[in-house]
């Protein structure tokens, strides 16, 4: 896994002359963001060594340098699922590249089932914290002590200080957002209403099928992460009828402007 970061890195450095400060990972329905980065290269996924390519309908599949006010940034346009077929050192590896190009924050984005009473589709939630319960776990196998430690402390997955400052760009600008625990399963399948009912039993106030892995990882090397998850679906009774992804690409699209304005705000504010 070493070798194969360094030589992708180093693909990556011999295209793009640029050292990032903000890593972005755009997710279902939110790779709209694009269009608020200033981008000097661009790369398809297909192009670059030991990448994955995404095979979700709505994830464009390209690696995006640029700059958001004079921040430099790269941004994943679309990104990699277990569901998909790949391992979770697959599905992770585009984080440590970023990290060896030289990010320092980590902001991830996703398309997210509600179970909080209080959630309604189309609501923005930060993510304070999550609950792991997919079957397979990044970091299981021998441990690679160049990228971080073999037992990692994930007391502050999510950073406070990014929330704290991504609440106050939301009350400066009329934006609406909640906290919330994010509930990774492996997916494809949206889940059952019981399956809805455990995750709220067991703690989760939305469910997803990505996100776990990679913030994982990228605590794992350091790295301080901030996550953001629109609803896009409700899990209760009375709301699993027509659940489709075309229906979350849809749910997500009409919060993408408040996504978009959170995110730049908060990358040029820093």
């Not at 585009?94 to 990290?99: A, I, L, S, T, Y």
């Not at 609950?131 to 299981?140: A, D």
């Not at 009375?238 to 730049?264: M, N």
């Amino acid at each position: 896994m070493w070798e194969k970061v360094q030589e992708t890195v180093q693909f990556l450095q011999s295209k793009c002359d640029f050292v990032p400060e903000y890593g972005i990972i755009l997710g279902s329905g939110l790779g709209k963001f694009a269009k608020e980065i200033k981008i000097t290269c661009s790369l398809p996924y297909s192009d670059i060594p030991n990448f994955p390519v995404s095979t979700v309908f709505g994830h464009k599949g390209k690696l995006l340098f640029g700059t958001v006010g004079d921040k430099k940034v790269v941004a994943m346009q679309g990104r990699f699922h277990y569901y998909e077929g790949y391992s979770m050192q697959e599905v992770t590896f585009p984080v440590r590249v970023m990290k060896y190009l030289g990010i320092q924050k980590l902001i991830v984005s996703n398309a997210s089932g509600g179970v909080h009473t209080n959630y309604e589709v189309g609501d923005i939630i930060l993510i304070k914290d999550h609950i792991n319960f997919m079957p397979e776990h990044p970091l299981r196998g021998p441990n690679e002590e160049r990228f971080g430690p073999r037992f990692v402390n994930m007391n502050e997955p999510y950073s406070k200080k990014m929330i704290a400052q991504a609440q106050k760009i939301a009350l400066k600008n009329g934006i609406k957002v909640q906290e919330g625990i994010y509930f990774g399963l492996q997916g494809p399948t949206f889940e059952t209403l019981a399956e809805y009912n455990m995750v709220a039993k067991m703690g989760g106030d939305c469910v997803g099928m990505s996100t776990v892995p990679e913030v994982i990882v990228a605590r794992h090397m350091e790295i301080e992460t901030f996550g953001i998850s629109v609803i896009t679906d409700i899990g209760r009774e009375g709301f699993l009828e027509t659940i489709s992804h075309d229906e979350v690409l849809q749910a997500a699209k009409l919060a993408e402007p408040k996504v978009c304005l959170l995110i730049k705000k908060m990358i040029e504010n820093d």
